[in-house]
């Protein structure tokens, strides 16, 4: 099973700043939040990924907890392109590298 | 980022028959690459390990025999799914990471219809 909880589905306004919660209360020291996106019927995209210290890079930006067992993704202006689901994935490693295992994701919705 | 590609990104084939589904590393080697298999309205499930030169890893539930991986070189794993059923037919995609502990980067997808 996966090891985060996040909404099903969240709304968005075209331009406005997008905040997905992501919650992972049961995540180990060395455990990594990913953070992937999949618009439909294409791969899922590799967004950001963070330890414990808050992440910014040309897609969005992450902020975990001081306590780690939660995450939040932001995308600071959103499009319609935006539009996808949005996976948050504690990932643990496999023979050196990490094994992601998808839960349900949120399905944002980017509205004009 | 990295380029991880699948070939063919769309497979339509009768019941019986053996399709076989490329993933290849385009700009650096894999020793691991991931399969996942993905239902409509569902999220991805991981199917199996593939390793490089050894034999995949299969999660439970998912018949090794149904399922044939190969990863044969640093750049490339195919998965084979042998005497497809209609059942079968769905969206699979293959992973890949540049280095350990990094990110993985994903395959397009290949959507393969059984009729």
């Known amino acids: 099973d996966a090891k985060t909880t996040q909404p099903p589905s969240m709304d968005c306004a075209e331009g406005r700043a997008a905040n997905l919660p992501c919650n992972h209360s049961?995540?180990?020291?060395?455990?990594?939040v990913y953070w992937y996106r999949q618009i439909h019927s294409q791969g899922p995209q590799y967004i950001i990924h963070g330890l414990k210290n808050n992440e910014t890079n040309e897609m969005a930006s992450l902020i975990i907890t001081e306590d780690r067992k939660s995450s939040t993704l932001i995308l600071p202006h959103a499009t319609l392109r935006d539009t996808a689901v949005y996976y948050c994935i504690v990932s643990w490693v496999s023979g050196g590298y990490n094994k992601l295992i998808f839960g349900a994701g949120t399905r944002l919705a980017v509205h004009p | 980022g990295a380029v991880v590609s699948q070939h063919p990104s769309w497979v339509i084939c009768k019941s019986g028959t053996s399709v076989k589904i490329e993933c290849r590393s385009l700009?650096?080697?894999?020793?691991?690459m991931f399969w996942y298999r993905q239902f409509p309205k569902q999220s991805l499930m991981l199917m199996a390990t593939?390793?490089?030169?050894?034999?995949?890893?299969?999660e439970q539930g998912v018949e090794k025999d149904k399922f044939l991986i190969n990863h044969a070189s640093l750049t490339l794993s195919t998965l084979t799914v042998t005497s497809a059923h209609p059942e079968d037919s769905s969206f699979y995609i293959c992973?890949?990471?540049?280095?350990?502990?990094?990110?993985?980067?994903f395959g397009q997808g290949t959507r393969l219809t059984v009729v």
């Open positions: 593939s390793n490089e030169g050894s034999k995949a890893t299969y």
């Open positions: 700009d650096f080697q894999a020793t691991t």
């Open positions: 049961t995540i180990s020291g060395n455990e990594y």
């Open positions: 992973s890949a990471s540049p280095r350990r502990d990094t990110e993985a980067f």
